[in-house]
């Protein structure tokens, strides 16, 4: 079984969204059996909040299951449970680091480093463009797949 946390900031907007859009696509590949997928944040500002209106309304938009769940913060246990920590942009991966005490075995990711075209996920908080974030994330997720199961 392939373990993934999805991670950014506060676990409401970006990492939500591409667990449930992951989630999605291996259901639809037919191959979710093979797969755990769940999110978390590097700031403790949003734990127990919902997912954001934003993400809700565009993953309903896509046809994209979710349901109600509560932001929480990566906990250093995280880097033994996961095989791929993948994280929405730079400055989650320097928190990643030292909530984990580094990168010993390699696992932490930038989504968009699976794609040609490698930068940070936008944060629709402050863009207000979910979905822009939605098509990164979709493009970052067919990378991604790519990279470990094709």
Partial sequence: M??????CHG????SPMAEFMLKDRVK????????QIDSAATSTE?????????????LRK???????????????????KYDYIIAMDSA????????FGGDRDKKIYKLLDFTEFPRDVA???YTGNFEKTY????????AFLDKIHR
Avoid: M
């Fill in 28 to 35: 639809k590949l037919g191959i979710a059996d093979g797969f």
């Fill in 123 to 125: 944060d629709p908080w």
């Fill in 46 to 58: 949003e734990i127990g909040n919902d997912i954001h209106s934003g993400t809700r309304s565009v």
């Fill in 62 to 80: 896509n046809n994209i299951d979710f349901c109600k769940r509560a932001a929480r913060q990566a906990v250093k246990s995280d880097y033994e």
């Fill in 135 to 142: 098509d990164d994330i979709s493009v970052g997720i067919e």
């Fill in 2 to 7: 392939t373990k993934i946390l999805f991670v």
């Fill in 92 to 99: 989650n991966i320097r928190n990643l680091h030292r909530i």
């Fill in 11 to 14: 676990n409401i907007c970006r």
